[in-house]
């Protein structure tokens, strides 16, 4: 499939044949509402949108004479109104033309890229006003030269005018010496009728990754994004730019290769194979593979279609981190000079290991994908580089503790985090945390905040509950409970009467919880590792010297059982630390199995 433009004028005239020049077009007619204007104000305009690659050779001429057309002004009309035609071709047959008799341009736009030259533009024509009547559009199935013999006859005409404009060198030699025009030094001379330019042209149709730890990703609950890249066909309108691409990967160091698949285009299918390769910065520059030249599309599965390996060995791309990664796709032309193809921008984002549920993985779209909006949040949180499990899920903690407003809900202890159905509100809590607003919550919140995000990079962490086993509150030493860092006081403080005491009150002797949740490694082991976001614990127990702890990474508890008092010298944990230390309160305060999980997002 092919588009190719003629335009003919008394000083303008030009035709667009090489392959890539035109990329889409668009034929408008439209009238205006107005039923008493519309049979002499109706506009029809035929709008071209194309490349101006620098390795295309017809490109700088045609888009040189397209400027000069769209400058002429009104007053030259031999100049001003040419005659047009843009013919679509498939399969060496004309599926559509418009022609437009008197054109004359509307409006031309160039876009350049300031990075590699490389442009697109913007072709708008209309039709004289008093001869709309003559615009032709059709007819279908008119036999037409093939799009690869009107190119091979350009490119022939164009070197026999190389040849015919080039003066013979050199004095006094005789008109009967048939002598070729060189350029250059004597010993180092090139016969200027050779052409450094490919005999085809080949453009990137599909980018994809192909790889055992990609990870398929999302925007957020409610949007996705373009996990691989394609472009348009022909004839339809296109975006010349591509959407950036978004994808995620479990990178466990350096020297991991990433497989990217990739379909091309070829203007026609004379010569050998094209040798390609993919330039993608820290990712560095992939294996070369030789493309098989089709003519036609490249789609999945046939012989367009090629995988290039990529080696990293940087550390830019160790621990967790986000990277945007210009992917700078090159052919080889016929005198090994590497060309440039599209750059596909890609944002990759290198994750540590495979994510746990509540994010599931999986390709069919699933809403509990991982978000690419919570992995943003999280690279704020600093844990952006880190690799192993237990310092992220340790600084998870700490942020969580220290650095997202978050404010423990103290008349009731009350979640806010989880809708009626259960299930984490994780859209809700990232748009709160972003806006930097006050987070209310109790230790429930917290502990699904813990477990969720640091889950995402690869964490293995389950909510677990703790009770007293006989129906009462368990009883706890003062803490410092989140949102509250300035003081020690015990939770839901009670006086020596019985009446409930504030947060503030130093008169307050004893308090504790109906329950406590905390994340864990495991379902309620003591030798379980646990995390506990929402409250400093004083490990000096047995001094009134207190010293907070932030329990993370810490062994649940020591024992299963407590025959006595702790006593001075003895081991203590996260239960030891935050229960009253009285013995039937350590034994009967105990976790509870069944009510261990992962809540779902939304």
Not at 173 to 182: D, F, Q, R, S, Y
Not at 420 to 437: K, L
Not at 527 to 541: A, H, K, Q, R
Request: hydrophobic fraction near 35%; include cysteine.
């Amino acid at each position: 499939m092919g588009l190719l433009l003629e335009v003919k004028g008394a000083k303008i005239n030009f035709n667009v044949t090489e392959f890539g020049i035109i990329r889409g077009y668009k034929f408008a007619y439209s009238v205006p509402d107005s039923k008493y204007a519309k049979g002499h104000e109706d506009s029809r305009e035929l709008v071209i949108k194309g490349s101006i690659p620098r390795t295309l050779t017809q490109a700088p001429e045609v888009i040189e004479q397209v400027r000069k057309w769209a400058k002429v002004e009104y007053e030259d009309r031999d100049t001003y109104y040419n005659w047009a035609k843009l013919t679509h071709i498939y399969r060496d047959e004309t599926i559509r033309y418009i022609l437009f008799p008197d054109a004359f341009v509307k409006n031309f736009i160039e876009e350049i890229d300031p990075h590699t030259g490389d442009g697109i533009y913007t072709l708008i024509l209309m039709q004289k006003l008093d001869k709309r009547i003559d615009i032709e559009v059709g007819p279908f199935n008119e036999v037409h030269p093939s799009l690869s013999d009107i190119m091979e006859e350009a490119k022939q005409k164009q070197e026999a005018e190389r040849f015919t404009n080039v003066p013979l060198l050199g004095s006094g030699l005789g008109a009967g010496i048939n002598t070729v025009a060189m350029v250059g030094s004597a010993t180092n001379a090139t016969p200027l009728a050779s052409t450094t330019q490919p005999n085809y042209t080949l453009s990137i149709t599909n980018m994809s990754f192909d790889d055992g730890q990609f990870i398929p990703i999302r925007r957020n609950r409610n949007n996705t994004v373009n996990s691989s890249w394609s472009v348009g066909g022909f004839g339809f309108w296109n975006n010349d730019t591509p959407e950036p691409i978004v994808v995620a990967f479990v990178h466990t160091g350096s020297n991991h290769n990433f497989r990217v698949n990739a379909t091309f285009r070829f203007s026609n299918n004379n010569g050998n194979n094209v040798p390609v390769r993919v330039i993608a910065g820290s990712l560095g520059t992939s294996n070369q593979v030789n493309v098989s030249r089709v003519s036609g599309w490249g789609t999945p599965n046939n012989t367009n279609q090629a995988t290039f390996t990529l080696r990293s060995n940087s550390a830019d791309v160790s621990g967790f981190r986000r990277i945007t990664i210009p992917f700078q796709w090159q052919f080889r032309n016929n005198v090994g000079t590497w060309v440039n193809m599209r750059t596909i921008d890609t944002t990759v984002y290198f994750i540590p290991a495979r994510p746990t549920l509540p994010w599931i993985i999986d390709t069919n779209g699933n809403r509990s994908n991982p978000w690419a909006d919570a992995l943003d949040m999280l690279l704020g949180w600093g844990v952006e580089g880190m690799s192993s499990i237990v310092d992220i899920s340790t600084q998870i903690n700490l942020h969580i503790n220290r650095n997202i407003n978050f404010v423990y809900e103290i008349e009731r202890g009350a979640t806010s985090w989880l809708a009626i159905n259960g299930n984490f509100r994780c859209t809700d809590f990232i748009t709160n945390v972003n806006s930097g607003r006050e987070i209310i919550g109790n230790c429930t919140d917290c502990a699904t905040v813990i477990s969720t995000f640091a889950n995402l990079l690869g964490a293995n962490l389950n909510q677990i509950i703790f009770i007293r086993n006989d129906g009462s509150s368990f009883w706890c030493n003062r803490i410092k409970v989140i949102g509250f860092r300035d003081m020690w006081q015990f939770p839901f403080p009670l006086r020596a009467n019985g009446t409930r005491a504030a947060i503030n009150d130093t008169t307050a002797v004893r308090g504790g919880f109906g329950y406590h949740e905390i994340a864990s490694t495991g379902t309620g082991s003591i030798s379980d590792s646990i995390y506990d976001p929402c409250l400093e614990v004083n490990e000096n127990v047995f001094s009134s010297n207190r010293s907070a702890l932030l329990p993370a990474n810490q062994r649940f508890a020591t024992r299963d059982t407590f025959d006595r008092q702790l006593r001075l010298g003895d081991n203590v944990e996260y239960k030891e630390m935050l229960l009253l230390n009285e013995t039937v309160n350590l034994n009967r305060t105990v976790i509870i199995p069944e009510l261990t999980g992962r809540r779902a997002i939304e």
